[in-house]
C-alpha cells in the first residue's frame, strides 16, 4: 500500500481494538472479570458467554451480537458507581492487555504514529475499559461504548452510545473529522468484522486485520488491503521518504501473497 498526502494536510489513524490489535471482546471478558470478583450477577456474563459462543460456531452473526452484548452489559452494571468500574478496570486493563496483544500491534502503532498527525481508537468495548488502554498502547484519543448513569454517577442499566455498531462508529469518527480537522481522505482505519466497514468505506486507506468471513467478502470484492496474524503487516518494510510537500510511504502489499 502506498500513502501520500501533503503535510498540511491533516490525517489520522483510526484503530478498532478487539479482533484488531487485542485477542477477543474485552466487552466480553471484563463483565466475566467482574463477575469472578463478585462485583456482578455471574448469569449475566454466562450469557454474554454464550452469546459469543453462538457466534464463533457461526449460529449468529457479529452484527446481532454488536446488538445484544452491550444491552446485557448495561444491565449487569445497573447500580454501580463509575468510579467504582473504573478502578477495577485498570486493574483489568493491567492482566489482560499483556496476556491478549498480537505481536504487531506496537510495531503497527508505532507506524501509523510516524505516518499520520492522530492516532485513535474507536472500540466498542466500555469506555471505562478502553480509557485505560490509551496511554498503554499510545493513542492521542480513544473511544468506547457509553453507558447511562444518573446524576450521582451511578449507571441507570441502559446503553447510551454502543460502538460495536457500525452505524455508531462512523457517526463519531465523521464528528472527529469535524471537530478535529482531520481530513479523511488522508486517514487510515483498521478494523476486523463488518461492522467496520462503514469507516473503512469513508477513509482513504481502508485496511482490515484478522477479518472475519463477511469481511474479508468485502475485502476482496473492494481490493482493500487486509492482513491476519499469520500473515501480518511487514512493517520492517515500511520506506518513508520526503520529497518537498509530499510525505510517501510505502508498504510491501502482501494481498496477494496472501490469496495465492
Known sequence: MEFKFKNSQKGAAFFDLDGTLIRGLMIRSFPRYLADMGKIDGKMADQIDLIVSE???GKISYTEIAKRIPVLYASSIKGLRTDFIQEIARDF???????????????????????????????????????EVKDCLGFDEVYGSLFSTNKNGVYTGTVKRNLMLGKG????????ADSLGIDLSNSAA?????????????????????????????????????????????LDSFQVARRGSKLISRERDLHEEVNS
Not at 496476556?99 to 492522530?118: E, P, Q, R, T, V
Open 190 to 234: 483498521f478494523g476486523d468484522t463488518e461492522q467496520d466497514e462503514p469507516i473503512l468505506r469513508r477513509v482513504g486507506y481502508p485496511i482490515a486485520m484478522n477479518p472475519n468471513d463477511k469481511l474479508l467478502k468485502i475485502c476482496l470484492k473492494n481490493g482493500w488491503t487486509w492482513y491476519n496474524e499469520e500473515k501480518p503487516p511487514q
Open 93 to 131: 486493563v493491567g492482566e489482560y492487555i499483556p496476556k491478549n496483544l498480537f505481536s504487531y500491534s506496537m510495531g503497527l502503532i508505532k507506524s501509523a504514529k510516524d505516518l499520520f498527525h492522530l492516532v485513535i481508537a474507536i472500540s466498542g468495548s466500555p469506555q471505562e475499559v478502553v480509557g
Open 55 to 57: 457466534y464463533e460456531r
Open 169 to 176: 462508529k462512523v457517526r463519531l469518527l465523521e464528528g472527529l
